[in-house]
């Protein structure tokens, strides 16, 4: 776009139509949430959507899930490669291969050309997390898996609709290699509802402001973009600083795995290297480059301005190194399905080197537990087999500005906690405790967030599970700052019913008999500055809440 367009685009006129975009990616969302079948989507929220320019290019992005920031334009991209001139108006596209710009293979990318007239104007797309997209494991995650091709079908971008019209043999081919046909066939329907809304919208734009203008307006929002971080990292002391933080282990219990970072901010740029991380390992937590790209993304957006609406922009003011053939950017077929935990982790060192380098702005590790658990079950309502997911956040950590959250999906996640009611309807478990854990919070002048105990029971029949975590070696515990205290360690607790203890791992898959239990109580967040300088009111509220643990 030349400089002469973008410069005849007033401020209001630009504003109003970045406005538009942005309504556009809410209302796209609001439209999944509702029409969708699984409780993965319309419940916790397990999905994003966003409106991208001709070139795939994010300009506008709705605040769902942090860890799909700025992740979903490579495989807009990877589309307009592999298609080229064969795209037309009607086509809609799905993919989900981590090694073509997708996250791990449960998330399933369906993205929607947009023309005005006959040229190829813009994309709307979606992303979501589907139960399951077969593979060895009901859920198809698995910390034990080797490679990709244990992880469900693979599809790299390819037309689930072509030309208005479904792609019956990419409906029928998926059906067939699936848990759970009914419901992902309906998520991909709400999917593409969703983009058919984004168009919509799109295109009333374009009637009212002109296609130059929305033109216009897109390459502004990215240079916006840019110039609001870049702004901000200026008015931030320049420096650098490195942190190092360990998964409990490579999946398949071997050692623990190192995430290394080294930060460097200078004027209106930031340097990320993480070069010193671990090579990619044997089991599934590897992390492809979309996702990592998504977690330095995240971490600017954090620490220079959290409300500054999100696109590629952003990224401009960001140098990215990181060695192919790294834990953080491995080579195929290396399994990736349980990539969140080491996103997690890898946010977590990151804003701990960040808050060396700017300690007003600093904040105490969250926890990165990010238990899950699949469990293949059967439907009390349907009687067909389904599989129930559930993911369980913790405590965020505290800064100078208050106490940490209690009970919520960190750093990357921001998934919602599955309701009792859905899970007890929709799955044959039952959910015995959902509760806070008093004394699982670093203590502090601003407390850390209070971790989450939950119990599920098996019911009716013999049931496969799929169940993992971190932090349950106490020497990764969510660390404080400032003379912080640090949040307590993740526990696991698997129960047959006999009432013995199953001694497993932290990450595992097994068979559980009718009556089994399984436990997790997350790790809280760290405390900031020390307990001394802790208000004797915010003690008495500690102690009337019950937040501190007996003895």
Request: glycine share 12%.
């Amino acid at each position: 776009m030349a400089e002469s367009v973008k410069a005849r685009l007033d401020p209001i006129t630009f504003e109003l139509i970045h406005s538009c975009l942005l309504s556009a990616a809410e209302e796209m969302g609001g439209i999944l949430k509702r029409s969708s079948f699984s409780p993965v989507i319309r419940e916790m929220e397990d999905f994003s959507c966003a409106i991208f320019n001709a070139e795939g290019i994010l300009v506008a992005q709705a605040d769902y899930i942090p860890a799909q920031l700025g992740a979903m334009s490579l495989v807009v991209q990877s589309t307009l490669a592999r298609w080229q001139k064969r795209i037309v108006p009607g086509d809609v596209f799905i993919a989900n291969d981590p090694y073509s710009g997708c996250m791990h293979t449960p998330d399933l990318n369906v993205l929607m050309p947009i023309f005005i007239g006959k040229k190829l104007f813009a994309w709307a797309g979606t992303t979501a997390h589907h139960i399951d997209v077969g593979g060895v494991n009901p859920g198809t995650e698995g910390p034990g898996l080797h490679e990709v091709y244990a992880e469900g079908l693979i599809l790299p971008p390819v037309k689930l609709f072509n030309a208005g019209a479904e792609a019956d043999d990419i409906f029928t081919l998926i059906s067939a290699n699936i848990r759970s046909a009914a419901a992902t066939i309906a998520d991909l329907r709400a999917q593409r509802a969703a983009c058919d809304v984004g168009r919509r919208r799109l295109e009333e734009t374009v009637d009212r402001y002109g296609k130059s203008a929305v033109i216009a307006a897109f390459e502004r929002s990215l240079d916006e973009a840019e110039h609001a971080a870049s702004a901000t990292l200026q008015e931030m002391a320049d420096g650098a600083a490195e942190a190092e933080g360990f998964l409990d282990d490579d999946g398949v219990g071997g050692p623990p795995t190192r995430i290394h970072v080294h930060i460097e901010k200078k004027s209106g740029r930031i340097l990320i290297d993480l070069s010193g991380s671990a090579d990619q390992i044997p089991g599934a937590l590897n992390v492809p480059w979309a996702s990592t790209r998504a977690t330095a993304l995240f971490l600017v957006r954090a620490f220079t301005n959290p409300d500054q609406a999100t696109n590629d922009g952003i990224l401009r003011v960001i140098d990215l190194i990181c060695p192919v053939g790294s834990v953080l950017r491995p080579r195929p077929p290396a399994a990736v399905s349980v990539r969140h935990n080491t996103s997690q982790r890898l946010a977590d060192t990151l804003v701990r080197a960040a808050s060396q380098i700017w300690p007003e702005r600093a904040v105490a590790c969250s926890t990165v537990t990010f238990f899950c658990v699949n469990l293949q079950t059967v439907s009390p309502r349907s009687g067909s087999t389904t599989v129930m997911m559930d993911v369980v956040g913790g405590g965020t950590g505290a800064s100078r500005g208050g106490d940490g959250l209690d009970g919520v999906d960190t750093y990357m996640a921001n998934v919602g906690l599955l309701p009792v009611e859905v899970a007890e309807t929709e799955y044959a478990m039952s959910i015995l405790r959902t509760e806070l854990i008093p004394g699982s919070q670093g203590l502090g002048q601003r407390n850390g967030g209070l971790g989450i105990r939950r119990e599920y029971e098996v019911l009716g029949t013999r049931q496969v599970a799929t169940i993992y975590g971190e932090q349950t070696k106490p020497d990764f515990y969510p660390r404080g700052c400032l003379g912080g205290g640090g949040g307590a360690p993740t526990t696991i607790t698997v129960v047959a019913p006999d009432g013995s203890i199953i001694s497993t791992p932290s990450k595992v898959t097994l068979t559980l008999e009718p009556g089994s239990v399984f436990r997790v109580e997350t790790s809280g967040g760290g405390g900031f500055g020390s307990t001394d300088q802790r208000s004797l009111e915010d003690r008495q509220r500690d102690l009337g809440d019950g937040l501190l643990r007996e003895g």
